[in-house]
């Protein structure tokens, strides 16, 4: 689905076609050609109407392209990434990349079809005509800083996820899967990384005004959402460190849980160990000295010595704070 919208005449409007005329920068046009998802006929538009390089049609038609800026004679083409964190059985962050076609009077965006930026502000561009009426470039800066700003959200759910395993782990009863849960964990923050790592580095090149078409007024609101994207990043390595402490912390408490484990069976074995000796002594079918009384009473006297030999030992394990 190709949506074409023109400005002209102080007003903002949808078109069918697309008038080659409008893409002479003397016309008084801003246009805005919208590409979801593409197909071969689109990749037509890319290369027959607007005459983009053969090598940025084809990473424009591709699945995926990582965050990235390169210039080309009479336009720049930008890849940044929408981010979305799915909850429910599969929780992750999926992102899906827009490739941006950025000329002196046109842009031209393509994408998949689930980018919420896109599809708001091509919703309000009828009813504001300064969408538009900015130019190409503002309007390039709404699409991304709308991005951008969509992010932290996204980080905020993924937290939350955190903070319930971080509960399980702390339980008294962590279940089974939480190492997986925590290594889960672990891959995506790595895949919010390597996206957000290269797109802070292509909204920098934009701040730094190293291209012509983007004035020193557009560099200084790129400049804004590099600050976001900063921090972004800042955000992502405290993830990562914290999930670091989150392992850290289930693998000690399964140690101490296990250390508590064998102390007690260690103890219980301190204990029947001398206790086996005398049961197994007074088992001997031989001639043994015999406590005072008759032969009934025998049986008592073993007992009550493993009852007080029993007693001994764990004052002493006590006493000692061992138990």
């Known amino acids: 689905m190709t949506t074409i919208l023109v400005h002209r005449n102080g ?116 009813r504001n005509k300064h969408i538009l009426g900015d130019g190409p470039v503002a309007l390039f800066h709404r699409i991304v800083d709308l991005m951008i700003d969509r992010y932290l959200p996204e980080v905020g759910e993924f937290e939350e996820w955190m903070d319930e395993i971080e509960t399980q782990v702390f339980s008294s009863r962590p279940p089974a899967e939480i190492v997986r849960d925590i290594l889960d964990l672990k891959r995506q923050v790595s895949a919010l990384r390597r996206i957000a790592i290269p797109q802070r580095d292509v909204i920098g090149r934009l701040a730094r005004r190293e291209f012509t078409d983007i004035s020193s007024e557009m560099a200084y609101r790129f400049r804004d959402v590099y600050d976001h994207i900063v921090r972004l990043n800042d955000e992502a390595m405290m993830l990562q460190d914290r999930i670091t402490g989150v392992l850290e912390a289930h693998l000690s408490n399964v140690s101490n849980r296990l250390n508590e484990v064998m102390k007690v069976l260690t103890v219980v074995s301190t204990i029947f160990m001398p206790l086996t000796l005398l049961s197994g002594i007074w088992g001997m079918n031989i001639g043994l000295p015999h406590f005072p009384g008759g032969p009934e009473v025998q049986f008592g006297w073993v007992i009550g010595i493993m009852v007080v030999l029993s007693g001994g030992m764990l004052t002493v394990l006590r006493v000692k704070r061992w138990i």
């Not at 004679?73 to 799915?86: C, I, K, N, S």
């Not at 009077?105 to 091509?122: C, K, M, P, Q």
Request: with cysteine.
């Open 11 to 126: 007003r903002t409007e949808q078109a069918t076609s697309i008038d080659r005329a409008w893409l002479d920068p003397a016309s008084g046009v801003v246009l805005w050609v919208d590409i979801a998802p593409p197909s071969v006929p689109e990749s037509l538009i890319l290369s027959d109407t607007f005459g983009f390089h053969a090598l940025s049609v084809e990473d424009a038609m591709s699945v995926l392209q990582y965050p990235k800026v390169e210039p080309y004679d009479g336009y720049l083409y930008v890849v940044l990434h929408g981010l979305a964190f799915t909850k429910g059985d599969d929780e992750s962050f999926k992102t899906h990349d827009i490739d941006f076609f950025l000329g002196r009077n046109f842009l031209v965006t393509v994408h998949d079809g689930t980018s919420r930026s896109i599809a708001e502000i091509r919703e309000h561009c009828p």
